[in-house]
C-alpha cells in the first residue's frame, strides 16, 4: 500500500482507521471511545482502553516465541559489547521493576532518568512504564541546573542514574551532578544508581546501588504490568530550552504507544534479520520513539552506540555498521556534518553494503551532508536510500517521511522532508492565516484534530499548551517552522520561523541561504542570522566553518553568496569560526549568534553543548570589527 493510500483511508474515517491499528497491539480492555475531541485542543484517542507499554514492547514478543532474538545490540565507549534477547531485556526490565516498587515508585509517579546510553537505560524505561508511573529522561549531557529544574517541574521523587559515564575519553561523574541537582531542589529525592564506571560517589540513606538491589530481587523476579488507562501519561520530555523555561512536553501511555508502533513499521519495514543502528540519545524524543520503544514494539533489532560519532576515531558508526550489518541507521545532521570534516576516506574504509535506509531528523540536513552520505555511505547504489524527516518532540518524532520500505518504498525529492503521514494535514499559512500557494513561503500549521501522534498538553501549564502551540493560528496547531509544499504535496521545512531573514521584502529562510553558503567546497557548515541594515532593514550575517585542511576568507563567501543568491542576498558581515554554538540535540542557537552581533545577553545556556563555541563567535565578531574599523 502506498502512503498516499494510507493517507487518504485516515482522512476519510480517522476513528475507524486509528482503532484498526490499534488492534495490532495488545489491550487488556477496549477503548470505549477512538477519540475525545470535546475539549480542543485537548484530543485523547482510545479513551477507556487500558494496555501497557512494556506488555506490548516486551513480553508480547516473549509470549509469542521470540524471546530468543536480539532486541539491543550495544556496543560501549571502551569497544566491549552486550547483546540482548527480548527475553534478556524482558527479565532485566522485570527485576528493574521490582527494584522500583521497592523503593516506593507505582502508578502515576514520576521518575527521572539521567543515564548514559546503556542497556540498563532502556530497562529503566520500560520498567517504569511496566509500574503504570512516569519517566521524565534528562540527556545525560546537561547540567546542574538543567537536572534540577526538571526533577523540580515533574515533582519526581526519584532520579534512576549512573556513578559516571564515557565520552571522549573522559568521565563525567553524573551522580556528583545528580546530588548537587537534588540539593538544589531542597527535598528528598531517591536515587537508583548503576555501576558503570566504578568511581567512588556518596550514596545517601536513601540511595541504592542497582547492581546490589538486582542480586537482592533474584533473576526470576516478575512483576505483572499495571493496566494504564490509554489517556494516563506515559512520559514527559522537556524542551530544550533554547528560547526559555523548558516546557514539560506530555505524552499520553495509549496514543503514543500506537503512534510509535506503526509509524515506526511504515517508514522502516523491518524484516526477521533486519539491525536498526539508531544513534539519538534517549534523553530526545527520537530516542523515545527511534532508539527504544518504536523497534522494541515492532520487535526489531536496535542497535546502540554509547559515545560520540568521532571517539574513538571518526571511522566508529561505519566500522559497527560493517561489524553488524546494519540494515538501517538514523543519524543527525549535525553529527553528520562534523564527519564531514574529516573526510570521506573513514567510510570508504568499510563495508557498508548492508544499508538500506539512513534517516536524518533533528534539524535540516542540508544538500551537500545528503549528497556526501549518498556518496560515501550509500555509495550511489539504487536499494539505499539517504532521506529527511520532519517531526517535533510534541509529535512523538517525525510526521512527514518520504514514502517508507514498510508500504510501498521510498520517493524522495532532494531537500523535502517527505509528505504528510496518516492523519497529519499540514498546510502553510501567510502572516494572515490564509492558505499559501504551492510553493509560496509561508507558516507551517496542522489542521484538527490531531492524530495519536500529537501531545496533550505540557506538564501542570495547560494553558502554556494553548498559548504557544494554538493562539498563533486560531484553529491550527503551530508548528513554529517556516516552509512551502510542492504542487504534488512534499513539504520543505527552511527553518524556524522566529529565523527567517526579511530583506529589502523578501523572506529567505535559514535553510535555503545556508545551503548556498555550504555548496562552497572549502565549507563545512554554516548559519546565517539577520542584523539591521539602515538601507534594506535587514541584511544576512554568515558564520562559517570551513573544512579541515582548507581555507576560506569573507570576501570569497560573499561573492559566492551573490553568486548562488543574486543580489537580493545582501551580506553585512561573514564570520569565520571553527565551531558554531549548539545545543546537545544539535540545533545551532541562532539567537546567541544574533546576541553577540547585538551585543545583548546570549541567554540561558544550560543546553548549550560547548561554551568554548560562544566565545568563537565573540572572537570572530570582534576580530571583523576591528579589521572594519567599528571597535
Known amino acids: 500500500m502506498s502512503l498516499g493510500d494510507l493517507w487518504d483511508r485516515s482522512l476519510r474515517d480517522p476513528e475507524g482507521f486509528w482503532q484498526s491499528v490499534a488492534g495490532e497491539l495488545y489491550w487488556r480492555r477496549r477503548w470505549e471511545r477512538p477519540l475525545d475531541g470535546e475539549n480542543p485542543p485537548f484530543y485523547r484517542w482510545f479513551v477507556g482502553g487500558e494496555t501497557n507499554m512494556a506488555y506490548n514492547a516486551l513480553d508480547r514478543h516473549v509470549e509469542g516465541g521470540r524471546g530468543n532474538r536480539a532486541a539491543l545490540i550495544w556496543v560501549g565507549s571502551n569497544g566491549e559489547s552486550r547483546v540482548l534477547r527480548y527475553y534478556d531485556l524482558y527479565s532485566l526490565t522485570n527485576r528493574m521493576a521490582r527494584v522500583l516498587s521497592d523503593m516506593g515508585l507505582g502508578r502515576g509517579d514520576r521518575a527521572v532518568i539521567y543515564m548514559p546510553m546503556v542497556p540498563e537505560a532502556a530497562a529503566a524505561m520500560l520498567a517504569v512504564a511496566r509500574l503504570g508511573a512516569v519517566h521524565s529522561v534528562v540527556f545525560s549531557g546537561f547540567g546542574v541546573q538543567a537536572l534540577a529544574e526538571r526533577i523540580r517541574d515533574a515533582d519526581a521523587g526519584l532520579v534512576i542514574t549512573a556513578d559516571a559515564m564515557y565520552r571522549r575519553g573522559k568521565v563525567i561523574r553524573l551522580k556528583d551532578i545528580v546530588d548537587e541537582a537534588v540539593a538544589r531542589v531542597g527535598r528528598p529525592v531517591k536515587a537508583l544508581v ?67 508502533y506503526a509509524h515506526v513499521k511504515w517508514l522502516f519495514g523491518f524484516g526477521p534479520n533486519d539491525v536498526f543502528f539508531s544513534l539519538p540519545d534517549i534523553g530526545w524524543i527520537n530516542g523515545h520513539s527511534y532508539s527504544t520503544y518504536g523497534p522494541l514494539l515492532n520487535g526489531a533489532t536496535v542497535l546502540w552506540y554509547e559515545d560520540a560519532p568521532d571517539h574513538p576515531d571518526p571511522g566508529v558508526w561505519w566500522r559497527i555498521v560493517d561489524e553488524y550489518a546494519a540494515t538501517h541507521m538514523w543519524v543527525a545532521p549535525t553529527a553528520v556534518r562534523l564527519l564531514m570534516k574529516y573526510g570521506p576516506e573513514w567510510p570508504q574504509r568499510y563495508d557498508l553494503s548492508s544499508l538500506r535506509l539512513v534517516v536524518s531528523a533533528g534539524e535540516i540536513l542540508g544538500v551537500e551532508a545528503w549528497r556526501w552520505l549518498n556518496e560515501n555511505v550509500c555509495r550511489g547504489r539504487q536499494d539505499c536510500h539517504v532521506i529527511e524527516t520532519w517531526g517535533q518532540t510534541e509529535n512523538s518524532g517525525f510526521i512527514t517521511a518520504p514514502g517508507g520500505l514498510g508500504l510501498d518504498g521510498i520517493q524522495y525529492r532532494l531537500g523535502s522532508v517527505g509528505k504528510p503521514y496518516p492523519g497529519i ?11 499559501a500557494e504551492p510553493r509560496r513561503k509561508g507558516h507551517v500549521a496542522i489542521r484538527p484534530p490531531v492524530p495519536p501522534a500529537f501531545m496533550y498538553t505540557v506538564w501542570g501549564d495547560p494553558d502554556r499548551y494553548v498559548k504557544a502551540y494554538w493562539s498563533r493560528f486560531p484553529g491550527y496547531y503551530y508548528t513554529g517552522d517556516y516552509g512551502y509544499m510542492d504542487e504534488e504535496g512534499y513539504l520543505y521545512i527552511l527553518g524556524r520561523a522566529d529565523d527567517v531573514v526579511k530583506v529589502a521584502g523578501h523572506r529567505l529562510g535559514p535553510a535555503e541561504i ?100 560562544v566565545e568563537e563567535v565573540q572572537r570572530a565578531v570582534a576580530e571583523l570589527r576591528a579589521s572594519l574599523g567599528r571597535g
Open 425 to 435: 494535514v499540514v498546510e502553510v499559512l501567510d502572516d494572515e492565516g490564509r492558505r
Open 514 to 613: 545556508e545551503n548556498a553558503v555550504a555548496s562552497h567546497p572549502a565549507v563545512a557548515e554554516a548559519a546565517v542570522v539577520s542584523t539591521s541594515d539602515p538601507v534594506r532593514g535587514e541584511a544576512l550575517a554568515i558564520f562559517v566553518v570551513p573544512k579541515a585542511g582548507t581555507s576560506v576568507g569573507p570576501d570569497e563567501v560573499r561573492e559566492h553568496v551573490r553568486r548562488e543568491l543574486g543580489p537580493v542576498a545582501v551580506v553585512s558581515g561573514v564570520y569565520i569560526v571553527d565551531r558554531l554554538p549548539r545545543t546537545r540535540t544539535g540545533k545551532i542557537m541562532r539567537r546567541v549568534l544574533r546576541a553577540v552581533l547585538e551585543g545583548g545577553d546570549v541567554g540561558d545556556l544550560t543546553t548549550l553543548e560547548d561554551e568554548a563555541s
Open 194 to 260: 548503576y555501576r558503570r564506571v566504578g568511581t567512588d560517589v556518596r550514596m545517601g540513606p536513601n540511595d541504592r546501588w542497582l547492581h546490589e538491589e538486582l542480586e537482592r530481587v533474584g533473576r526470576r523476579a516478575y512483576v505483572p504490568p499495571t493496566w494504564v488507562r490509554s489517556e494516563e501519561p506515559l512520559f514527559i520530555l522537556y524542551t530544550s530550552g533554547t528560547t526559555g523555561r523548558p516546557k514539560g512536553i506530555t505524552h499520553l501511555h495509549g496514543q503514543y504507544m500506537v503512534w510509535a
